[in-house]
């Protein structure tokens, strides 16, 4: 994507994670279906020992190559608007769902997420994470 003179690229998942839903729960509410679950004491899959005390839900999602990120958003909230009673359960009942999107750019890059968006994702209680990385700050190599 191309904003202003910088390029960017961007991908994007949806997570969620409860303290007592089983995700199958969640997987029958949702229109997408799951790249990866974990259940209440299933064994963790990281140096760390120990087992999952939260369901975990993540999907990864379809970005576009040419749409901006307000846009695929925009699109996000249209697809899960029909899961809005479940989003809505989960988060008052201690789970959590939120959009990550890691935005990858090697100059400064902007774009406005208006606040219609903003107000959307949030009646679906859908959280919105950020995370951006820049080119690499290495020393270059002789």
């Known amino acids: ?27 029958r509410g949702m229109p ?27 999907v990864k999602l379809q970005t576009p190559a040419d749409g901006d990120v307000a846009e695929f958003l925009s699109m996000v909230f249209e697809r899960l608007d029909s899961s809005r009673a479940l989003l809505t359960e989960l988060a008052d009942t201690g789970g959590r769902a939120e959009i990550f999107i890691g935005l990858f750019a090697d100059r400064c890059c902007d774009f406005e997420m208006p606040p219609t968006l903003l107000a959307n994702l949030a009646s679906l209680s ?17």
């Open 126 to 142: 859908l959280g919105l994470r950020l995370d951006y990385y820049g080119p690499d700050r290495s020393p270059p190599t002789p």
């Open 1 to 27: 994507m191309t904003t202003g003179l910088n390029d960017y690229r961007y991908v994007a998942s949806l997570y969620i994670d409860h303290p007592t839903v089983d995700p199958d729960a969640i997987t």
């Open 32 to 58: 997408i279906k799951p790249d990866r679950i974990c259940r209440i004491g299933d064994p963790k899959r990281t140096p760390r020992e120990g087992f999952y005390d939260r369901t975990h839900w993540s």
